[in-house]
């Protein structure tokens, strides 16, 4: 069953820093890996997929990983902003099921 | 082009009745996956529909079902509500199935309160 992690829970960081947020994925048969953002309240926005044969997909000030033998992704976000503060979630699309499985996220504050 | 629409944005129930959500995907989209989303538990998959058939099913009582209109429209329906059935429902599309290497476009969700 595959089950996917998120550390940490909560962070903050001043405005500026370049930050890495991990997420852990215990089964490597995935089609996917995908990072959403969260606002308090609100849906999710896709932020960027990385397909199984992929290893990184960039976005802007935005770079994602994956490496499938360890059961890593890391999201890295270069030169936070305020408006960064959200919750970030990963998610791992199972090849044998074919369901999304979502981490609970990290909430992510950034300090002017 | 109009996002993926879900309503009511918020509903309060009582325990025992049954409560209809709603989910317009975007247009063109023919595959909607509902999820429900609680602090405890984060977001679980409830179920997928393609093409008005369901494709997948997470792992929820058969309180919880849905369906898709031709119009790629879906509703979800939960009877016999619960306290525990307190959280965010979220519906997502794509134009393929979810499994495959396409994003999914989610909406804002209905928040349901179950009293």
């Known amino acids: 069953k595959q089950e996917v992690t998120q550390i940490p829970a909560a962070l903050s960081v001043p405005e500026g820093e370049n930050l890495v947020l991990n997420c852990s994925f215990t089964?490597?048969?995935?089609?996917?890996l995908q990072w959403f953002r969260q606002d308090p309240g609100k849906g999710l926005t896709s932020l960027l997929l990385?397909?199984?044969?992929?290893r990184e997909q960039t976005s802007g000030r935005l770079n994602a990983s994956l490496d499938k033998s360890s059961g890593r992704s890391t999201l890295y976000i270069a030169a936070s902003q305020p408006g960064d503060s959200a919750t970030y979630l990963c998610?791992?699309?199972?090849?044998?099921?074919?369901?999304?499985?979502f981490g609970q996220g990290t909430t992510l504050q950034v300090k002017p | 082009k109009a996002g993926v629409t879900q309503t009511p944005r918020y509903l309060i129930k009582t325990r025992g009745q049954q409560v209809t959500l709603s989910c317009s995907p975007i247009s063109g989209h023919r595959s909607v996956s509902w999820y429900q989303q609680t602090p405890g538990q984060g977001l679980q998959f409830l179920f997928e529909y393609f093409s008005e058939t369901q494709r997948n099913k997470g792992n929820f009582p058969g309180r919880f079902s849905g369906r898709q209109f031709s119009n790629s429209r879906s509703e979800m329906n939960v009877s016999t509500l619960e306290l525990g059935d307190s959280a965010l429902y979220l519906c997502a599309s794509s134009f393929h199935s979810p499994s495959t290497n396409e994003k999914l476009f989610f909406g804002s969700g209905t928040q349901l309160s179950v009293l």
């Open positions: 089964d490597s048969a995935i089609y996917n």
């Open positions: 998610a791992a699309s199972s090849s044998n099921t074919g369901k999304l499985i």
């Open positions: 990385i397909q199984s044969s992929q």
